[in-house]
T-cell receptor
Framework: AQSVTQLDSQVPVFEEAPVELRCNYS??????LFWYVQYPNQGLQLLLK??????LVKGINGFEAEFKKSETSFHLTKPSAHMSDAAEYFC?????????????FGKGTLLTVNP | ETGVTQSPTHLIKTRGQQVTLRCSSQ?????VSWYQQALGQGPQFIFQ???????GRGNFPPRFSGLQFPNYSSELNVNALELDDSALYLC?????????????FGQGTRLTVV
């Protein structure tokens, strides 16, 4: 079975400050990794994904993440936060390959951006 | 291309009642998954349907059941509602033939059980 740990339940930053949201996962088999964002009372929007290849993945809205297999981590970063980035962020994993799309999510990290 | 749409957006039910939630998958997608997101938690996988067959289930009791129709739309049915069933229910669709495509989520249905 897979599991995801998001180490911080809440991360406060100032506008234009760098952002780092941490994610660690556990799995005995190969996985795909995802970051989703959720705005209040809305569904989930995909920010970025790692399937294979380059371990540095770029996503929408200036976010990127680096897959570090040795550390089983997939931390999300952004060089400069905007007020519009305030939202809940979820890290997720699923088994690589196959047709089972079951995503296992972390508990989420609430990013707050202060002026 | 149309996105994933869910209905209704909100509803309130009484404990013991039954509820049906609906999901229209994104155009061309043949796989639908359902998730339950309790307040302050990450989404939890309920089950997945691929070409009208259930092909994966999470740790949910049998009173959570589903259907997928020939047009790949889907329903989630919950019988004998309990207070703990209050949550945001999310539907996600994807294309099942290849293993490396993403899941697209709907806006969710907010279910409140009183």
């Amino acid at each position: 079975a897979q599991s995801v740990t998001q180490l911080d339940s809440q991360v406060p930053v100032f506008e234009e400050a760098p952002v780092e949201l941490r994610c660690n996962y556990s799995s005995s088999v190969s996985v795909y990794l995802f970051w989703y964002v959720q705005y209040p009372n809305q569904g989930l929007q995909l920010l970025l994904k790692y399937l294979s290849g380059s371990t540095l993945v770029k996503g929408i809205n200036g976010f990127e993440a680096e897959f570090k297999k040795s550390e089983t981590s997939f931390h999300l970063t952004k060089p400069s936060a905007h007020m519009s980035d305030a939202a809940e962020y979820f890290c997720a994993v699923r088994l690589s390959g196959g047709s089972n799309y079951k995503l296992t999510f972390g508990k989420g990290t609430l990013l707050t951006v202060n002026p | 291309e149309t996105g994933v749409t869910q209905s209704p957006t909100h509803l309130i039910k009484t404990r013991g009642q039954q509820v049906t939630l609906r999901c229209s998958s994104q155009s061309g997608h043949n796989t639908v998954s359902w998730y339950q997101q309790a307040l302050g938690q990450g989404p939890q996988f309920i089950f997945q349907y691929y070409r009208e067959e259930e092909n994966g289930r999470g740790n949910f009791p049998p009173r959570f059941s589903g259907l997928q129709f020939p047009n790949y739309s889907s329903e989630l049915n919950v019988n004998a509602l309990e207070l703990d069933d209050s949550a945001l229910y999310l539907c996600a669709s994807s294309l099942g033939e290849t293993g490396n495509t993403e899941a697209f989520f709907g806006q969710g249905t907010r279910l409140t059980v009183v």
